[in-house]
């Protein structure tokens, strides 16, 4: 498990809360999910490299730090991805933005991909794949393969909600493969669905159920 980073930031634990409840709102519902995509990139980028520079104030030159090493690819999985996409890029506005489709068949549980639009210097670059939920496994692992066998050597998983199948699937998968999420919850049930969870994170965040 040194590979899974379960963070416990109270800003995070309490806005964990207010996501799962069946009261919140869609419109609640995608603002604390901005909200806490922000919070996590902000942890999950805390050992990214810096360099120091110098810059001019107003008064006097100083010395500073700016970002170093590897640029970073933001991979949202289509759908629910994208509104932790817009928190992230807000905050590392100079990251390049990829975007995988994969859908999952509700009788098989099994992921099929159907687009990918990556960035052309994704081999060179962090790709930081997003989705809310780390259920099966299966949409995160195809989306890691898509990313390796377009050259990305770096890959980060960062997920608010997973559990343990999703968790041992990509690890069995990709053990190079670092995962980030704010919980790791009991265990699927039939259907797929993190228990306790907080439901469909698609149909909450844009109110189609």
């Not at 902000?42 to 001019?56: C, G």
């Not at 377009?150 to 608010?160: F, L």
Request: hydrophobic share 40%; charged share 25%.
């Amino acid at each position: 498990m040194s590979k899974v980073h379960v963070f416990d930031h109270p800003l995070i634990l309490h806005k964990m809360t207010i996501l799962r409840d069946k009261r919140t709102g869609h419109k609640e519902f995608r603002e604390l999910v901005e909200e806490l995509a922000m919070l996590m990139a902000y942890e999950a980028t805390r050992s990214h490299p810096v360099k120091e520079i110098d810059v001019e104030t107003p008064l006097a030159k100083a010395r500073g730090w700016t970002i170093a090493g590897q640029e970073i690819a933001i991979v949202p999985i289509l759908r629910a991805g994208l509104a932790m996409e817009s928190a992230i890029s807000r905050l590392i506005p100079t990251a390049r933005v990829g975007h995988v489709g994969i859908w999952r068949d509700p009788q098989t549980l099994e992921p099929h991909s159907y687009y990918a639009k990556l960035p052309q210097d994704i081999a060179d670059r962090e790709a930081m794949v997003l989705d809310p939920m780390l259920a099966t496994g299966g949409s995160a692992v195809a989306c890691i393969n898509t990313l390796k066998q377009h050259g990305c050597r770096t890959i980060r998983v960062m997920a608010i909600i997973s559990a343990p199948e999703g968790i041992k699937k990509v690890q069995d998968a990709h053990p190079d493969v670092e995962i980030f999420t704010a919980a790791v919850d009991d265990y699927l049930n039939d259907h797929g669905y993190i228990v306790p969870g907080l439901g469909d994170a698609g149909d909450r965040l844009f109110g189609t159920k």
